[in-house]
């Protein structure tokens, strides 16, 4: 597991430098993205092609050649920012490495979480761009299964290019980050398997921080933030069933149930506060608080120009994001973060700003979840009250397993029990019955195009128990059934998606 942002032209001090430079003669872009993006001035409003290139009638020689050239240089004339589209062999300013795979993580208060990871972490890491950059992302497939990327803060295609990553295989994008934001990445492989990678874990934040135009308060204040938190508001799910219901589990900020009430984070009175928050979902609303402070500007999905003034709360679905700038009142004390939707605040999305004047700012909070190394998670799950896992039925170190991992026994009158398959998960996972009694396993996933993991498609085969059995292949709202006459435990898996793992125990007859 590695994370590599590399600088390619030229260390990050100078690259500043020149930037302060370009904004003070009115070109405001960063690196390489203002050698090549130099011909355009930029102002408030925009990007301003300038009248040199317009005269000359080209365009950025970066694009000699495109194939859609009468697109770009419309683009270039327009007072948006253009598209995120530069030739994929163009010389980055910025690579971000990461491996998508599977893992487990801890989720903290005695919980192991076994599913999807990148860079062995829930989130992922927080890759921080400047507008105008040419950034480019590597992604690495760790794991043993095929996974890819979608990469929110580019306006160009990305999975034409991290689609269908398979184990061992890296693949990359190339794209200029010109739109400033607060963004959502995650594992994109396609078909059924873009949603249920994400809710499995696998998702991080991309910030786009604008080179045109300060944050307001930052402008007002003269300097920029004392204390900047990158915070990611993400469910986790003990299955796929529950994933696709949207029942979540727990509810956490940057990997950890309570991580900044257990660590808080730390500030001085006075300070001047910018979150960049992301609520990641994937399925519920969240209404982010902080008890004690009204905001002095917000930003929707973190764009300078899309501010409001004042505010108690934040709205955010899935996938929505704000920049959030306060000052700290000259009072020392414990402001609490909360989604005041107090459900999700109740299962671990709740921490605390801690405000004393010793505090040690300037100081960043980034949102990607804790480090652990193997030996520390070995320490975790020894001691672990639960392991979550989606689509396992787990077996061993789950003395008290969630509502999903709790074994449903049916009786010796029932003569056929349903197993669904929702979300990538057989459920109930673990099931009880007498020998004889008929067990139907019916398919509840929608998304059935494609095949492989790439499909909703499924089936159940043992791989362990007293005799073999094995559905067929069940599309969307099909059904197949086996009837059991050997007692005994039987484990059983999809083949399409062999991590899929349920539990069947069939009893003798009474
Ligand atoms: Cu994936």
Redesign the pocket.
Known sequence: MYVKKAVRSGDRGARMDRRDFLRSSGLALGGAAAGVLGSRLATEEGFIHSARASAAGGVDPMFDGADFIDIIERDEGLSIPPTSFVPQDTEPDQVFAIG?GEGRTYLGEGVMYDG?VIDGRIPGPTLIAEQGEIVRMEITNTGDIP?GASIHAADTQTSKYLGEIGPGETKSVTFRAAMPGVYMYH?A?GGH?IPM?TMFG?YGMIVVRPAQQPYRLEAELGHGPDVELFLLQHEVYASGAEAVEGTAQYVAFNGQIFRYLLDPVQARPGDYVRINFLNVGPNQLSTFHLVGILWDYVYWQGHPEAWMPGGQTVTAGPSDSWVIEFRVPPDEGTYLMVDHSFGAASMGAIGALVCTADAETPATVKAEGPEHTAEELDAFAAEAKRTLSPYVAPSANNPNPARADRKVRWGDDTEEVIIEIRGNTFSPKVVEVAAGTQVTWVNEDALTFLHGEYSGAHNAVTTAGPVSFATRMLGHAESDSVVVDEPGEYTYICAPHPYMVGRLIVRERA
């Open positions: 998508f999807f996974h594992c492989p398997a990678h696998q």
